[in-house]
Every structure is written in C-alpha cells, then in structure tokens.
C-alpha cells in the first residue's frame, strides 16, 4: 500500500500552525487544512476531553459562521495535537479568517458546550471546558496572531 500523504510530512520538524495539508476532489476544490496547535511528539498534547470540546467549538462555531457554506468538516487529529478543517470555495485568507475567528471565539466561550448531552454526543462526560478556553487562547496568542508563511507551508517532505 501507498504511503498516504499525511504520513509524508516529516513530523520532527513540524510547528505549531495553520498547513494546507492537500486538495481533493476533481478540481482540487476540497482543501484540507492541518490546524496544528502542538509540535509533535514532543510530551504535550492537548488532553482527550480539551480535544472532545474544542472539537464541538469549533464545529458549532464553523457550521454557524459566514463561512458555513464552505465548511466541509471539522475534526480532531487522533495524535491529539490539533485539527483538521475541509472547506471548499474558501480562499486560503477565508479559511485563515474563520480559524482565527474560531479560537477566538473559543476563548471567550460562556455557557453549555453544544452537543454535549447523552442524547447528542456518544461521550458527552468527556468534556473540559477550562482547558479548551486556555489552549484557544494559547493557540490564538501563539500562532493565529503570528502566523508567517513558513507556519503555512509544510516544512520538510519524507522520501
């Protein structure tokens, strides 16, 4: 089997940042964008249920922006070290301007996590609102509010 794409990115050398990860469909209209809020492998990653509610954040805040339209999907990387956000018919600026507005409204959140109920999330108990308000704002602080092109770009590809 083929190496997938995500797996060629040299992770030991990957910052925190916003990446355009890959473009898919048949006019390469569905952008994947790599929304990587920790350096890999390097001991601290965002905690399971900080993870489970920016996940619901950042969906609900997405679905619900000016930019919905061309929201594909938003979810978490599975290494526990940011997101992944698919749009399509987002300029790469659009796409920077509905994360930024994400986290920060992330921030400031006040109130019931959405879809954090039995009858609306397959594990509602795992949730921790404290924590994905401080990692926003460390996000947004530390990255969205300094982004430069080397932290748009991937940095190195493996052979």
């Not at 301007?97 to 039995?118: H, N, V």
Request: proline share 5%; aromatic share 12%.
């Amino acid at each position: 089997m083929e190496r997938i794409a995500s797996f060629c990115v040299d992770h030991t050398k990957l910052q925190p940042g916003m990446y355009l990860s890959r473009q898919d469909g048949a006019n390469g209209e569905i952008l994947t964008w790599d929304i990587r809020m920790k350096q890999p492998n390097k001991g601290s990653y965002l905690s399971p249920a900080a993870a489970h509610t920016l996940e619901h954040l950042f969906a609900t805040y997405a679905r619900n922006s000016k930019y919905s339209s061309g929201v594909v999907y938003v979810g978490p990387m599975g290494c526990l070290t940011g997101f992944y956000l698919l749009t399509t018919g987002l300029t790469p600026a659009e796409a920077l301007d509905l994360t930024r507005s994400a986290f920060a409204w992330m921030a400031e959140y006040e109130g019931e996590i959405p879809g954090a109920k039995p009858e609306e999330c397959g594990n509602y108990h795992d949730n921790d609102l404290v924590q994905a308000k401080w990692w926003a704002r460390r996000y947004m602080a530390d990255t969205l509010e300094v982004l430069d092109e080397a932290h748009t770009h991937y940095p190195a590809l493996l052979d």
